[in-house]
């Protein structure tokens, strides 16, 4: 679904990607692992458009996508579910109504789908009262909307390393039951070891390996 | 993904009214100012009231002081020439004003008497002052006054009582003003004027012919059916006024008067500026607000065009709301100062002599023409605002 050519990206004083090529396909298990500063971040943001990237192409259902072109860019961000680093919520809103304004999704939906991601009771909770592994979760769960692949962008940033592998019990779980894609990056191989994944990369020197 | 702002509602509402509070405590402050200072009256009424004002005031060409009036004679010339117009004018009303002294007892004060015909200046009167208790002068009395509450509070006297008038010449020299005349009158009616320490009398215009020993006026007042006549109307009169020795001046007229010239320009540019820096503050609040809103719906897939729509669809809703809630506001102020009893309507009369009422209905005007730039405005930003697609 997803393929990507020779990704270049460079900052002002080094390149940080530097021919990046792989694919993702729906129902596969990628893992990219690196350490700090090592491209992760970009790379994920690079593919969505969040950031530019300055060679190689990105194939979306075998056509190269137009990162000007916005509605392309639109459907893309509505098929791939991202859960970045950031926070991006409506403040003040409970996870409730975040699935109700954003999605427009049904009550029996947004029940089941909280329920899954152990987050019943935060239903009418605001978002600012959440934990960080509920944070995290929520954001999975926003980030699962409609999509048919997945990008986790290093779970660690956030969580302990605990707390990271019992979100990412949770998230295998998940997935399941569902044929989505994902492409999860982290700082720690340690992490993934436990888990299947059809692939793990290690991004160094801005390629992959 | 059919519609974001519309059931996200109460979510803005609440963060609205947040920004909207401080900003409508500042209007109901300044409302409330503009009631008590007599300045800012002044310049605020005589605003409102220029453009639809259709009278034309004919006066003595030099009458400044007020020592020179016009005779009884002269009015005669005057009422004939303008009774050939009576198509454009409806209606005629002389105006003496002098001073004086009122007397109950052995309390004494200084006055500022306007000698009014009640029968054709009721409407304006009434327009223009609150009586607080008796009633308006009666057209069948010949003895009657009305005096402001400062007046009769400082002499404590009521509606009913009776008090001596001693009228004074119209000397220049204040000093050398004389006692004239003497009569005694009823108080009728005591009313507000909303000028404050302000010792106004109303008389009847036939108690001045007694009082003042002429039939002489200060000035004469043509009511005109149609403002659009006014200038018309001036400058076909004006030859024949220069005649008798006799100037006309309309509403216009005073704006450029050196004593409201400054004022005028510096009172409009503040209450101005004022206006646009609440504007811009409460639009670009409102819109700071929905910066992280954007970011969030364009990282789950809405498209700018959607947002913008939605957006757009939301000022026009809050649009709607601020011009309400700016009349809500304006009213609520207006009836907190009648409640207070200071007169809501506004009377003042200056050195200039501009006479001048602002009603509810013209604050209900300002207050949607407001609302109304607040709504295109708030459009064209929304318009105007970029999205950036990084959405980062």
């Known amino acids: 679904m997803l393929e990507i050519s020779n990704l270049k990206k460079g900052f002002s004083d080094r390149n940080v990607l530097n021919g990046v090529t792989f694919d993702l396909r729906i129902g596969s298990r990628t893992a990219i692992v690196g350490g700090v500063g090592s491209g992760k971040t970009a790379l994920l943001d690079s593919i969505l458009g969040y950031q530019k990237f300055t060679n190689g192409t990105v194939l979306f259902e075998n056509k190269k996508l137009p990162y000007e072109n916005s509605s392309k860019v639109v459907e893309l961000r509505r098929r791939v579910g991202y859960l970045s680093e950031k926070n991006h919520f409506l403040k003040g809103a409970t996870l409730y109504n975040h699935f109700k304004w954003i999605f427009k999704l049904q009550e029996s939906q947004i029940v089941d789908l909280t329920a899954e991601l152990e987050l019943s009771t935060n239903l009418y909770s605001r978002v600012e009262s959440l934990s960080e592994a509920e944070l995290w979760r929520f954001k999975l769960a926003l980030a699962s909307v409609g999509a048919e692949i997945l990008l986790i962008d290093d779970p660690l940033s956030s969580l302990s390393f605990n707390e990271s592998v019992e979100a990412l019990t949770l998230l295998f779980r998940f997935l399941e039951q569902r044929r989505v894609g994902l492409l999860i990056t982290t700082s720690e191989e340690e992490l993934i070891k436990g888990f299947y994944m059809d692939r793990v990369y290690r991004l160094t020197d801005g390629v992959l390996v | ?392």
Do not use: C
């Open chain 2, 1 to 392: 993904m059919k519609s974001f702002s519309l059931t996200n509602f109460l979510r803005f509402f609440g963060s609205y009214l947040f920004i909207s509070i401080p900003i409508f405590l500042v209007s109901l402050v300044l409302t409330l100012f503009l009631s008590w200072s007599d300045s800012f009256k002044e310049v605020y009424a005589t605003l409102l009231n220029l453009d639809s004002d259709s009278s034309l005031h004919i006066k003595p060409a030099n009458s400044r002081d007020g020592s020179v009036t016009i005779d009884e004679p002269t009015l005669m010339k005057l009422k004939e020439k303008l009774g050939e117009s009576d198509n454009i004018i409806r209606n005629v009303v002389p105006r003496a004003n002098f001073y004086g002294i009122i007397k109950s007892g052995s309390v004494d004060s200084t006055f500022t008497a306007k000698g009014i015909d009640p029968s054709k200046d009721r409407e304006f009167i009434t327009s223009s002052i609150n009586i607080v208790s008796g009633e308006f002068l009666d057209t069948r009395k010949r003895d009657s006054i009305l005096i402001s509450t400062e007046l009769a509070n400082k002499l404590k006297v009521k509606s009913g009582d009776r008090v001596d008038l001693y009228t004074l010449n119209r000397d220049k020299n204040k000093e050398k003003r004389q006692e004239i005349n003497k009569i005694t009158v009823f108080v009728d009616g005591v009313f507000q004027s909303g000028v404050e320490r302000r010792e106004l009398i109303i008389i009847p215009l036939y108690l001045t012919d007694t009082l003042l020993k002429n039939s002489n006026v200060d000035e004469i007042i043509l009511n005109l059916y149609s403002s659009n006549d006014v200038d018309r109307f001036k400058e076909a009169l004006t030859p024949f006024l220069e005649k008798l020795n006799l100037k006309v001046e309309s509403r216009e007229e005073y704006r450029h008067s050196e004593s409201l010239k400054s004022s005028f320009i510096i009172v409009s540019a503040l209450i101005s500026l004022l206006l646009i820096f609440l504007l811009y503050r409460t639009l670009t609040a409102t819109l700071d607000k929905r910066d992280n809103d954007i970011k969030t719906l364009i990282h789950y897939g809405w498209s700018s065009n959607s947002i913008l729509s939605e957006l757009s669809k939301e000022f026009i809703i809050f649009s709607i709301f601020i011009t309400l809630l700016n009349s809500v506001v304006l009213f609520a102020s207006m009836e907190i100062i009648s409640s207070l009893n200071i007169v809501p309507t506004l009377f003042t009369n200056y050195p200039v002599e501009i006479e001048l009422a602002v009603n509810i209905q013209d604050i209900f005007i300002v207050s949607g023409v407001v609302g109304l730039a607040t709504l295109l405005t708030s459009l064209i930003l929304v318009r105007s605002r970029k999205i950036d697609l990084s959405g980062e």
